[in-house]
């Protein structure tokens, strides 16, 4: 008797610890990411950034044209297209679809720029099961997550959509699309702010210029460890810096885009506030950054990244 209620004692506890844990393990986030990754040196980072998260759920990340660079080619997707499946090689992560994005911006707010990452787009979210979301996190222009929209409008309630652009003043709510990721294609930015229902929170560059990492600690974190270090140190030495002429010895580089991957990976770091969408704009509220906490997304970016490396 006694040694059945033991049993059922020792049942019982085993069962509400492995509950307790499974309740404790937060749900993977699903996501794709489109990135003008040949555009700077930030998208590199926050795609290894990313790769390296168990938090994230990678289901594809598509390239994106930047075509207003004074460094663009003919073929800017091509190139991004190119750095994204070296990364993924680099990372041992080619279990990751790359679908090629548009070379182009809209023609119109009408028109889609269909391309195998627009396509890409839909399938996936139309495969959301329930209530459950996809996330697309946009780090260059806006062109495919639009087209998507425009090409099958039902996505619209099975995605959530993070962009990270615009220059935005918190305090007269104020937004700037001369900045660069929205320049490159205006239309598709306005309609992210347009579409009525769609889920967009946005990682203005007046939040994201202050994550800024030095590259005497880029250096000693990544320099001689591995050949996907390696290749990003490269990357930042090599590119060149067209838009300042500041820091000639690129001393320091802001990482716009690991502060939104940051953002989605920890929540906690990230203040969001509602703010109510330009005038020329449909009149809705959408949620943008107006504080991060650097000193912990750098942190935890370069030990998730030495554990992956090394």
Known sequence: MIINQLKTAIAFFITLFFSQNLIQTPNK???????????????????????????????????????????????TVLESQEINERLVELANRKDIPLPIGSNFPLRSKSEARRSPASDF???EAMAMKGNEKLNLVILG???????????????IPKIKVYYLGI??????????????????????VNILLDTPNLDLTIM??????????????VDQQLKGKSELGDY???????????????????KQWIMWD????????HPEWAKAEEFWTPEENTRRKVKIYTSIETELMQEDFWKRLNETIE
């Open 29 to 75: 986030i699903p996501l794709i990411i489109d990135a003008d990754t040949a555009n700077e040196v930030d998208d590199l980072f926050a795609l290894v950034g990313a790769m390296s998260s168990e938090r994230l759920e990678i289901r594809g990340i598509s390239s994106a044209q930047f075509h207003i660079s004074p460094l663009a080619s003919d073929s």
């Open 121 to 123: 787009i839909i399938q």
């Open 141 to 155: 222009s806006c062109t495919n997550v639009a087209s998507a929209i425009l090409q099958e409008p039902r996505i």
């Open 167 to 188: 220059w935005h003043d918190p305090e007269k709510n104020t937004f700037d699309k001369k900045e660069f990721n929205s320049g490159n294609d205006t239309l598709a």
């Open 204 to 217: 203005s560059a007046t939040t994201s210029q202050h994550l800024v990492f030095e590259k005497e600690i």
């Open 232 to 250: 990003l140190v490269d990357r930042l030495e090599s590119y060149n810096r067209w838009w300042t002429r500041d820091d000639p010895e690129k």
């Open 258 to 265: 690991v502060a939104i991957i940051e953002a989605l990976i």
